[in-house]
């Protein structure tokens, strides 16, 4: 699957967006798997509460499952004004 990142998780990761193979089957198992990966993913991770995420270009929360998703997306909440 493709996974995205935006705002300042892009930053703490270093990369827009990369291909993800995954035996994770919940989004939260997903992010446990790229936290373990290296330190700029954990960083990045490090406060799960700060971050959204959206599972096929729709909000979701993190115990959402993944079966045949094809992409999912991390960002920080938006404000407008």
Known sequence: MDVLYFAWVRERIG???????????TVAELVEELK???????AAFAEIRALRVAVDQELT??????????????FPPMTGG
């Open 61 to 74: 929360d993190f115990d959402a499952p993944l079966e045949g998703v094809r992409e999912v997306a991390f």
């Open 15 to 25: 990369l827009p967006k990369e291909r993800v193979d995954t035996s994770a089957t």
């Open 36 to 42: 373990a990966r290296e330190e700029r993913y954990a």
